[in-house]
């Protein structure tokens, strides 16, 4: 664990904003393989999970064009209608398969635990459609963890965009001060950055082969279960919530 800035540490955290892909599950097995699909049925040739892992992290749309695009950088001559068709087509087959080989990261279950049981809030903002988040955490056993769940079509903007962010604390009345984003990608730091919010990465996660320390997050975690030590004293000090 690493904390970029030990002067100003942590502190005085009542709500946990959590990215979904790459921070709580490992998903991109599925989303390789309805990429793959989608690709098939478009009589292209498919590509391998671990590429296809590198375009995770944007939403749906952007990861079917860099699908079709071959590359994280979108071919900027890609046809609006065959992008929509070729996206419709991967969203018709991962609502199927949503949930067949995307897993839990180690540590999830008992560190959500511990902190629900501590009192913190938990919400999740994902780029991911919404439509999709459900049906994945009730598979995996952790939706009655979170209070707020946000996806990529909740709101007119998504992250790196920090309207999500904002969102949640209006929505239940809780300072920026007081929240702390978890993620594992740019959007999910650049989010938080743009309001002041602090932030923790996890270095295992979706962000592009890039180390996410680079987006200078408060604290950076190599483990999920590592939350439980970036906050050591709040859950005894601070009952304000």
């Known amino acids: ?126 780029n991911k459609p919404l439509e999709f988040v459900g049906p994945i955490l009730e598979s995996l056993e952790i939706a009655h963890y979170f209070e707020m769940i946000l996806g990529a079509d909740s709101l007119p903007k998504k992250k790196p965009h920090p309207m999500p962010l904002l969102h949640v604390c209006d929505s239940h009345s809780v300072s920026i001060e007081n929240c702390v984003m978890v993620g594992d990608s740019q959007n999910d730091i650049l989010a938080a950055s743009a309001i002041n919010m602090q932030s923790i990465a996890v270095t295992y996660g979706y962000n592009y082969g890039e180390d996410i320390a680079d987006n200078n997050p408060s604290v950076v975690c190599d483990t999920f279960s590592q939350l439980l030590t970036c906050l050591p004293q709040i859950i005894l000090t601070d009952k304000s919530h």
């Open 1 to 126: 664990m690493r904390v970029n800035n030990p002067l100003n540490a942590l502190t005085h955290k009542t709500t946990i904003i959590f990215d979904l892909d790459g921070t709580l599950v490992d998903s991109a097995p599925d989303l390789a393989n309805a990429i793959n699909a989608m690709l098939v049925k478009l009589n292209r040739l498919p590509f391998s999970g671990k590429l296809i892992h590198e375009w995770v992290g944007n939403g749906a749309k952007i990861l079917v064009e860099r699908a079709l695009s071959g590359q994280r950088e979108i071919d900027d001559t890609l046809e609006s209608e065959y992008c929509a068709q070729a996206l419709s087509i991967f969203l018709a087959y991962y609502k199927q398969h949503a949930c067949v080989q995307t897993s839990l990261y180690e540590g999830v279950t008992s560190t959500l635990d511990t902190l629900k049981n501590r009192g913190y809030q938990l919400h999740i903002v994902t």
